[in-house]
């Protein structure tokens, strides 16, 4: 059969216009000395790199980031089996109306889900009552940085762990039924059986592997939740803020010091984290071949 | 004995299903309510407690007040938010969808040199920094006159919408059984016409659950509505956030009630249509990576 190469041409297009064409031009600009002040394009070599690297802001906001995104994942995983084994044992009716309501905040903009947490949000009644209804005088205070870390993370967890569902819910059906069957002939305990057929199962899927390398990655750009933090907590004037992970330093970058950001630096942080985001999609790919049958 | 201790994990279970629902609805729920101006606070001592820092900031009451919606519907800053949001979405979707489905059909049916390459870009376009990409489309749109244009938000909106189109629709053509295809080019039809005339009225439900993915997915979208937006194009997400009175962006006051009513104005249709199409979901996500 001949291969329609006409049917990729609008794609292959596109691919360039908007993927690889502004990727090699960020490159470029991360090897010269550019700000919209001085658009020279004076190259530089590695210079922006090396200052970026020397720049202990950077490494904070590498910190942060990588925190953010294993307390996410980590807890996504937990939230999404726990759901996905809730449902997968409910039946009927029960099962249709909690599986819709558990996959409901996937559809929230982040930027809504920085706000749903916030502390004027949810913790404005709940401290009301710590405060005032129980008398107790105490109240949860979002500005200590293991309760906002602990926010920001479940934030990410509250959109996330829905597709971790989904993904183990897929998981757990096409578990063989006769595994189970020859458990119950064995006289196997319901808790025996899921640490021996339904936990194993889930965890070595490569499909569930996949999934939470690309949320990893996925995880890594983290902006919205933070950025809306930043202002909750007063950060959002100052580089190299607590709450900053790379994806907002570099937001900070651009929109602080107006006029004259450095945007070859910030490039070069954007291809730093670009490398990192090749790489791990090179992995997804190999790990999940079906995608080139 | 037996039966009573099915009943009990029946009600375990039912506990737990009702608790894991709160954990979902009960944020929620708190943002609808501050939209109304509610605050359990006059309840135990005439103030609602907030504490951000040190500082106290009571506000609300017990009586609800529809006025943070009123005036997110009335001064018409939500219905001219919704129409930038939608025909923004809408013709980057259309676009999308007109260079991935072709692309798909040719990614479901063919082995080719290249296509290890095609589907690596769209992966890796998915989960690309936005920075990596943003700078030079900032600066040349600045240039081209693109910025704060729907063609322009179009255009970069191609960056999500490329990917999600291609690779849902890749694997709806996958689903179609082998055997329909082979007897189409048995009997020589041509490439466009099994495309026009098989593939896509098969897999046509399956490119509506892609473009409303895809449709929700723009709507959501907050990062680069908030570098190439201004006070033209001015999308949902990036108006919840800089408030809706508020014209230009250039410093943020909180004013959690208008968010709150901002944020439940915004999530409403995003929700409704996700829910529509919350089979693919997983698919539409992962990119079909996960299947």
Redesign the interface.
């Known amino acids: ?1 001949r ?6 041409i ?6 360039f ?7 090699l ?2 490159f470029l ?1 991360s090897l010269s000395e550019f700000s919209l002040m001085n658009p020279s394009m004076q190259p530089v070599g590695f210079h922006n790199y090396i200052t970026l690297l020397s720049d202990p802001i950077f490494w904070t906001a590498i910190q942060v980031t990588l925190l953010l995104v294993a307390g996410s994942v980590i807890l996504e995983l937990v ?1 999404g089996i ?2 996905a084994l ?1 449902i997968t ?2 039946r009927g009716r ?1 099962r249709s109306v ?15 889900t920085g ?11 709940l ?3 710590l ?3 129980l008398s107790l005088g105490a ?1 949860i ?3 200590i940085p293991i309760t906002y870390y602990s926010l920001i993370i479940i934030s990410d967890a ?1 959109i996330w762990a ?2 971790i569902m ?2 183990t819910v ?1 998981i757990l059906r096409s578990i063989p039924k006769e595994l189970y069957e020859a458990a119950d002939v064995m006289g196997a305990s319901s808790w025996k059986k899921f640490q021996k057929i339904t936990f194993p199962a889930i965890i070595t899927s490569p ?1 569930l592997v ?2 939470l390398l ?1 949320r990893t ?2 995880a ?2 983290m ?2 939740v933070p950025y ?1 933090w930043s ?4 950060q ?1 004037s100052q580089l190299g803020a607590p709450v900053d992970t ?2 907002v330093l ?2 900070k970058m651009f929109s602080t010091t107006l006029y004259d950001f450095p ?1 070859a630096l ?2 070069s ?3 730093v ?2 490398s990192i ?2 790489l ?3 992995v ?2 190999r790990r ?1 071949s ?4 | 004995m037996s039966k009573t201790e099915n009943n009990n994990v029946k009600y375990i279970r039912y506990i737990l299903l009702v608790s894991a629902s709160l954990w979902v609805l009960w944020p929620i729920s708190i943002m609808i309510e501050e939209g109304f101006r509610v605050d359990i606070g006059p309840l135990f001592s005439g103030r609602g407690a907030s504490f951000v820092g040190e500082f106290f900031q009571g506000q609300g009451g017990i009586r609800f007040s529809t006025i943070e919606y009123v005036k997110a519907l009335r001064v018409e800053a939500y219905p001219r938010l919704l129409t930038n949001s939608v025909i923004i979405a809408v013709s980057s979707v259309l676009v999308a969808a007109l260079a991935g489905v072709p692309a798909a059909f040719t990614l479901a049916l063919y082995k080719f040199r290249g296509k290890a390459f095609i589907t690596y870009s769209l992966l890796a376009l998915r989960t690309i920094s936005p920075f990596a990409v943003l700078l030079p489309f900032f600066i040349i749109y600045g240039r081209l006159g693109l910025f704060d244009t729907y063609q322009g938000m179009a255009i970069v909106y191609l960056i999500i919408n490329v990917p999600i189109l291609t690779m849902m629709m890749r694997g709806f053509f996958k689903d179609i059984p082998k055997e329909i295809f082979e007897a189409a080019f048995m009997s020589g039809a041509s490439d466009s016409y099994i495309l026009r005339k098989i593939a896509l009225p098969l897999a046509l439900p399956g490119l509506a659950a892609a473009a409303v993915f895809a449709f929700v997915g723009t709507w959501n979208e907050f990062f680069y509505a908030l570098f190439l937006t201004g006070t033209v194009t001015k999308t949902v997400s990036r108006g919840v956030w800089s408030g809706f009175s508020e014209s230009i962006e250039s410093f943020k006051i909180l004013e959690f009630d208008e968010l709150n009513a901002g944020g439940t104005l915004a999530i409403i249709p995003a929700v409704i249509l996700a829910l529509l199409v919350q089979k693919y979901l997983a698919r539409g996500l992962t990119l079909g990576v996960s299947e």
């Not at chain 1, 216009?17 to 990727?23: D, S």
């Not at chain 1, 909690?98 to 809504?112: E, G, K, L, N």
């Open positions: 059969m291969v329609p190469y006409k049917f990729l609008p794609v292959i297009f596109i691919i216009l908007v993927g690889i064409g502004p990727v031009q960020s600009l939230v726990f759901l809730l044992n409910s029960a909690f599986s819709s309501i558990f996959v409901i905040p996937i559809a929230i903009a982040p930027i809504v706000i749903l947490w916030s502390p004027n949000s949810v913790f404005d009644d401290n009301t009552l405060y005032y209804g109240y205070d979002t500005t509250y829905p597709l989904l993904v897929a499909i996949v999934t690309l990655v996925d890594f750009r902006f919205e809306a202002f909750w907590l007063g959002d790379v994806s570099m937001w945007i910030i490039t942080i954007a291809i984290l670009l985001t090749l791990t999609c090179a997804i790919l999940s079906n995608l080139l049958e």
